[in-house]
């Protein structure tokens, strides 16, 4: 019993050092660092940029739903709906992520968006 004691009481030391790592390099990223100004300006433009592309994706389905719809399609409304949504679920992925990862999917996003509106 003795051997193990020594084990507990470094794998309780380990894991009081991992909570405490945990903790400054959650409060050093994010909205509670200090680049939080930078990483809620950065939420905003995603925010925007999933509006307009939303709204693109609603247009594109309202102009799919004028067409015939196939036979069987129980789940096209589900469907239907689904891009309308998901440029939303980045920006719910983007809160969690690192600053360097917002600003890359703020750059690929307003690239996506300029080509859409140039190319169109």
Partial sequence: MSAIAPLDAALHAASIVISAL???VQ??????GAAGPLFGVLLVVLTVLAYVSSRRARRLADAA???PAPAGGGGSALL??????LPYGTVLVAAVLPL???LYLVTSTAWTVLE?????
């Fill in 27 to 32: 409060a050093s990223t994010g909205l509670a």
């Fill in 22 to 24: 945990a903790a400054v």
């Fill in 100 to 102: 360097a990862t917002v």
């Fill in 116 to 120: 859409r509106v140039l190319l169109q």
């Fill in 65 to 67: 739903s004028a067409l």
């Fill in 80 to 85: 239907a709906r689904l891009p309308t949504l």
